[in-house]
């Protein structure tokens, strides 16, 4: 299995828009949030961003019994006309330093399980010629 450092430097090298997306996830989810941004920075607006952001929306939605801080995510997101990346990146550094009430928890790891399954799908269709 690749280690974690290899995983970066393939996708370093992958000088497109959608490898610095890859950058920035792996940044981000080793806990390196100021350089999961600058990825993000290089990413610009992408393509999964707008099915990401519908997506995030179900995703808050999933829970009954919202904790009134999930709901201040959920209400960021649908103002925000678009993704916002960077917002997402420290809301997952908030929950690496404080203590997240778990309804939170699931709803920032369920929202990176759909952000990187639609990027896997986006991938996937551009390497096929989709």
């Known amino acids: 299995m690749m280690s974690w450092s290899s995983r970066k430097a393939v996708c370093q090298n992958i000088d497109t828009q959608t490898g610095s997306y890859w950058h ?12 999961a941004k600058h990825w993000f920075r290089k990413v610009g607006e992408h393509p999964v961003f707008p099915k990401l952001r519908k997506r995030a929306l179900r995703v808050g939605g999933e829970t009954i019994e919202s904790p009134p801080h999930q709901q201040q995510y959920s209400d960021a997101i649908e103002t925000a006309e678009e993704w916002d990346p960077f917002q997402f990146v420290d809301w997952c550094a ?37």
């Open 24 to 35: 920035g996830i792996m940044h981000r989810r080793e806990g390196d949030y100021n350089n």
């Open 94 to 130: 908030d929950a690496e330093t404080k203590n997240m009430d778990p309804a939170i928890e699931y709803f920032l790891k369920k929202t990176q399980l759909v952000e990187i399954r639609l990027l896997l799908e986006f991938s996937c269709e551009k390497a096929i010629g989709g």
